[in-house]
């Protein structure tokens, strides 16, 4: 094939840059400066040139957006950089607390924040890789998104290209996936004309659209991007503010919100959530709050994470919208466990861009009080992503006696016996898995994405399923054949096959989401990702007893005075530079009055293994301060070991590991080899790019020691401004020294 003049590369290039503004300028801004044939012209004429010279075609041209054969499952995607959810806020008081935490830790007292709308719709990581876009995914749960790189190539908004100069060689953008109102109004025309289900709301359609298998479809419907912030990037520097962050991704096609701003403390923060307040109706995409976060970049790392929330910005969510309906029926749902939760059926209502004709109504204590009944005009609350409530009834509407709601005391689905255990609102369906709704609500669950995750599975087939009599339990569908799924009623040989092949990928798993699979009462995933890593093993798991769930904290034999004179003599400043307090037969020559040698001994052990803390707080040696597994109660604990002590649970857990599900070893991380393992590290003085604490936690991570005294033990000195005399007998010590520039090399 020969080489392509020059003169076609450069058209080539001409045309393929005039496109990418004009779709900028179309489906960004909403503004298109050419007539629709036009830009078929020239659509047409890059076509043509392509199909003369294939080899001049790139995935970055707006010829490329649609991609490939339909996939048959979405793989996974670890983020490189978690994709934490955010804090909320609900009242101006929440924001001007968030802000005086913000200003108390920074010493100021005032902050600069970037202030932008909260779009309603799904997140997205986009990866490019030398300006082109590699490779898109779903938040997932923050740590696992799934790949959908195909259909995020399909919406015109998003740049496969990033234009002009100067972005990193790997830049992850990060923002927001969603369906203009205009779009959606149209999209739901389409579906009832085709006689198909309506979308509930923009979001709804959104991630439908997005989590296509084929990609065609996505390409069809009427999505659009925003981008709100960055994720990884390597080999480049960005701006060094969020808002010239987002200044800068705009300069390289990335679309960027029209809304953001930078506003003064919390007045302005507090004047920019009134103002889209105000403007919500007029904007050509679903809101439901406004997020405010720490314009410096320097600040948000001073500031730091907590759980899985930065510190630095919080979500002010609008209040409640409510509107008036009727309230047609009172239904009774049974759960995977058995209890039984009365819904409001409504007459159609929309509420905050939803079409609202279900609401929960939690108990029947709830409902009596509120004194709900049928045929009554109810006023109906939805506040962004909550489920939608009934307030209270329309008194004044109420013209005919109604009847007093009463909950029938049994199953609405098997007729057993509903029950209530003393102080609980309740009821419970007495039936277990002779109930057909908890088996099949307890299989839906186990079969859910965040759960076992078996693809071509969905709520329906389960049902069918069950009333098949084909599955009594879970571990039932690893026994499905394809002729049994045939047979169902609109299940053809292709999608059983499908089917078949998820049950036995679902094979292969994690050990938390088995568990979380498992429906353990009180067990949600997070809670089953912290007893995944602390018992580490189902038999240690099974075994466990309520002293297991334990984590001491004490040590033996120390008592609250006792505690209080040992932590004032740790915390002494000159106790600490006279004892090297990192030898076992320095402690043994330590006199503290009131404190006996077999109890200093037993506090020696714990920090020896623990290492001693910048200060230590006396209630940590208490031998009584004994504390649960961090994110798992006692009432959690309780229900787990109830669990487990089921024979009919034991029964279906041997015959799904029997059917062949497994997961990888978790390992224990303290075992594991690590840059420092070995070494004896002591910070001093004050550091300017993170708190000692950060460097600490840091610094463990890579295996190492921290301690607070030098001694002829310790490897190196990490000395900040102001180090005071630790330096000095380092140095008298032969111990080396090193300056921040240095510890910063050290950590990843």
Known sequence: MKNPPQEIISQLNALREQIAYHNERYYVYDAPDLPDAEYDKLFAQLQSLEQQYPQLITPSSPTQRVGGAPLTAFSSVQHRVPMLSLANAFSPQEVEAF??????????????????????????????????????????????????????????????????????????????????????????????????????????????????????????????????GVGYVEEGALATSHTEILNQLQRWGVPVSPEVAVVEGVDGCLAYHQDILQRRDQLRYEIDGVVYKVNELALQKALGFVARAPRWAIAHKFPAQEEMTELLAIDVQVGRTGALTPVARLAPVQVGGVVVTNATLHNEEEIQRKDLRVGDKVIVRRAGDVIPEVVAPVMSYRKDELPRYVMKKSCPVCHSEAVKEHGMAVWRCSGGLFCDAQRKESIK??????????????GKLVEQLVDEQLIKDASDLYKLTEDQLVSLERMGEKSAKNTLKGIEKSKSTQFSKFLFALGIPSVGEESAKILADYFKTLPALMAAKLSDYIVKKGVKGVGPKSAQKIADFLNDEKNREVYDLESPATWRQIKISGVSQSTLAAVAERFQKQGLPDKVNPSDLENKNSVMIPGVGELTAKSIIAFF?????????????????????????????????????????????????????????????????????????????????????ALSLGVEVKDEQMLMALLP
């Open 99 to 228: 802000d005086r935490g913000i200003c108390k830790k920074l010493a100021t007292e005032q902050v600069s924040y970037a202030a932008e709308p909260k779009l309603d719709g799904l997140a997205i990581s986009l990866l490019y890789q030398k300006g082109e876009l590699q490779q898109a995914a779903t938040r997932g749960d923050g740590v696992m998104g799934e790949d959908v790189t195909l259909n995020v190539r399909t919406i015109k908004s998003i740049p496969l290209a990033l234009r002009g100069t100067g972005y990193p060689q790997t830049l992850e953008v990060r923002g927001e996936v969603f369906m203009p109102k205009a779009g959606f109004v149209a999209l739901n025309q389409q579906q009832l004309a085709r006689g198909e289900k309506p979308f509930a709301n923009p979001r709804n359609a959104a991630a439908g659209s997005l989590r296509q298998l084929d990609a065609s479809v996505a390409a069809s419907r009427p999505l659009a991007f925003y981008c709100y």
């Open 445 to 458: 669950h186990f079969v859910a994405r965040r759960a076992m995750d078996i693809e071509g599975l969905g």
């Open 645 to 729: 002590n089921q024979p009919h649970n034991r029964e279906v857990i041997d015959k799904l590991l029997a059917a062949g599900i497994h997961w990888p070893a978790i390992e224990d991380k303290t075992a594991e080899a690590r840059p420092l393992d070995g070494q004896v590290v002591v910070l001093t003085g004050t550091l300017s790019q993170m708190s000692r604490d950060e460097a600490k936690r840091r610094l463990q991570a890579l295996g190492a020691k921290v301690t607070s005294s030098v001694s002829k033990k310790t490897s190196f000195v990490v000395a900040g401004s102001d180090p005071g005399s630790k330096v000095e007998k």
